[in-house]
């Protein structure tokens, strides 16, 4: 899979990719949730499913 300019611009600039972290860590109403991708991709699909139900109140 082709990475977009976007993605190569975040893994080679380290300053950047931290202030674009910082700036969705700082966003509210609604707030960003981190989720870790690391696991599989159900395991992360599950997650995320988990977050929606607990603060979208499904």
């Keep these: 899979l082709e990475k977009t300019k ?5 893994e080679a600039n380290s300053s950047f990719r931290q202030r ?7 966003m509210v109403n609604p707030a960003c949730q981190e989720v870790d991708a690391s696991p599989s991709k159900e395991e992360v699909l ?5 977050l929606i139900k607990k603060h979208c109140a499904f």
């Design 6 to 10: 976007e993605e190569a611009e975040l």
């Design 20 to 26: 674009v972290e910082e700036s969705y860590r700082r």
């Design 46 to 50: 599950k997650t995320v499913l988990q």
